[in-house]
């Protein structure tokens, strides 16, 4: 293996495993956070977070196997298994959204005000896009559409930090109560699209991501 792919790999494993990390302390706050305040949105992003915990988890183990020296082929598995495994969980979320949304829209059931979810929207909105550049950079330096498509994933979660801070900011400062659900429902456009890219990435097409 070359020294600057070496160098690349060790990069992938590092930024991977930090991202992992905040993803960890994304969902739980979100989640919380969001069903302490009835929150759909916050919730949503929690729920988010958490897929992208896994899928960055194979990722890791991906990224791991090629450092160690893995055949060509098993890093191609863990590839196309990273994409089955974040496209069909996006497009499960991008469902869940939808109908949990037109539920709480039919009944009236607005969020409360949650200022740790704002300030978590507002932290993740600034991290994501750093995580994001490293991942396309390191994965075009490694050929890993995977890792590329991670950090695309990583965007969406830019996306949906900056949709849920608008949306936490008109419910505190307006009392929309239907803000929460719409909110939710104008992410939905960038999980499905994520997931319906992920999926293509893993029947070996070529998806031209256009989100980061």
């Not at 893995?70 to 196309?80: H, I, L, N």
């Not at 409360?112 to 704002?118: A, C, K, M, P």
Request: proline content about 0%.
């Amino acid at each position: 293996m070359a020294t600057s792919e070496g160098v690349s790999l060790r990069r992938g494993v590092h930024i991977e495993a930090i991202s992992n990390l905040w993803m960890v302390i994304e969902a739980g706050v979100a989640i919380g956070a969001g069903v302490a305040a009835h929150s759909l949105a916050l919730t949503a992003f929690g729920a988010d977070s958490v897929l992208e915990l896994a899928t960055g988890s194979v990722l890791l183990w991906r990224l791991t196997l090629e450092a160690r020296g893995a055949s060509g082929q098993q890093v191609e598995r863990a590839e196309t298994l990273s994409s089955w495994v974040v496209g069909i969980a996006l497009l499960a979320l991008a469902g869940y959204i939808v109908v949990a949304s037109l539920v709480k829209l039919v009944t009236h059931q607005g969020a409360e005000t949650s200022y740790l979810g704002l300030g978590l929207a507002v932290a993740s909105g600034i991290i994501m896009p750093y995580l994001s550049r490293a991942k396309k950079r390191i994965g075009t330096e490694i050929g890993s559409s995977a890792l590329r498509s991670d950090g695309s994933c990583s965007m969406v979660c830019a996306y949906m930090s900056w949709i849920l801070i608008a949306g936490v900011a008109l419910t505190a400062l307006m009392g929309w109560w239907w803000i929460d659900s719409i909110a939710a429902l104008a992410l939905v456009y960038y999980v499905a699209k994520e997931g319906w890219e992920a999926i293509g990435e893993a029947r070996g097409n070529e998806t031209d991501c256009d989100c980061g």
